[in-house]
């Protein structure tokens, strides 16, 4: 079982930067596909990126591909999501999740392919 615990939200700048971190317990970090979603108020939950268990392979939604990269350190038990080029349509709660084994990605887009979930972190974007 893995819990799950994000962190670096804030409120930024049109144009600015910020690192999402989820830290990861458990023993097993290291063969879970890891996940990004993020939901705005009165929205469904959308898909931002995934990184496959080794950090080989990441997938990322259209809204936000070239402006947001994920990276996993496992001696760290930790994902990351470096976001730049913020806009205020990206403001929501992120939340980072985890899938045990190999995900294609048709399912890293569905959130009901992950196991784990975060509890959130609020990302605020002034325009």
């Known amino acids: 079982q893995l819990q799950l615990v994000e962190s670096g939200g804030g409120l930024v700048q049109t144009g600015g930067s910020l690192r999402l971190s989820c830290a990861a317990s458990g023993r097993t970090f290291d063969s879970h596909a890891m996940g990004w979603f993020r939901q705005a108020p009165g929205k469904e939950r959308e898909f931002v990126a995934s990184i496959s268990w080794n950090g080989d392979t990441t997938y990322y939604g259209d809204s936000v591909k070239g402006r947001f990269t994920t990276r996993r350190d496992n001696a760290k038990n930790t994902v990351y999501l470096q976001m730049s080029s913020l806009k205020p349509e990206d403001t929501a709660v992120y939340y980072c999740?985890?899938?045990?084994?190999?995900?294609?990605?048709?399912?890293?887009?569905?959130?009901?392919?992950?196991?784990?979930w975060g509890q959130g972190t609020q990302v605020t974007i002034s325009s």
């Open positions: 999740a985890a899938h045990l084994g190999l995900i294609n990605r048709a399912r890293a887009m569905r959130d009901s392919s992950y196991d784990y």
